[in-house]
């Protein structure tokens, strides 16, 4: 399993925004689909967005596309989420995951076996 720590989370006004980072140790960063997961209280955690091992392929969920942007960066072993044009139905915990199969991180998420332990993100009306 790969080892994962986020950071980046706040408190923003509407129309505001914050980048994610997540940090990975453990296994070779490169083998390793990368997925931007969230969970609003009282919810199910959810796909956010989603990039393949060499960062050559992203997915996002239609409630993000075109506001948030995810990308890695395998020199430094990190994975990052920049959110533009932040709304309050964006509030949640926000959670770095790790699969080896690009499927299993857009498609399955029950099957994800590294996740991190998630950053809060508030954005206020």
């Known amino acids: 399993q790969v080892h994962l720590v986020e950071s980046g989370g706040g408190l923003v006004q509407a129309g505001g925004s914050l980048r994610l980072s997540c940090a990975a140790s453990g296994r070779t960063f490169s083998n390793y689909a990368m997925g931007w997961f969230r969970q609003a209280p009282g919810k199910e955690r959810e796909f956010v967005a989603g990039i393949s091992s060499i960062g050559a392929t992203t997915y996002y969920a239609d409630s993000v596309k075109g506001r948030f942007t995810i990308s890695r960066d395998n020199a430094q072993n990190r994975v990052y989420l920049q959110m533009n044009s932040l709304k309050p139905e964006d509030t949640a915990v926000y959670y770095c995951?790790?699969?080896?199969?690009?499927?299993?991180?857009?498609?399955?998420?029950?099957?994800?076996?590294?996740w991190g332990q998630g950053t809060q993100v508030t954005v206020s009306a």
């Open positions: 995951a790790a699969a080896t199969s690009w499927l299993t991180i857009v498609r399955d998420q029950d099957k994800i076996g590294s």
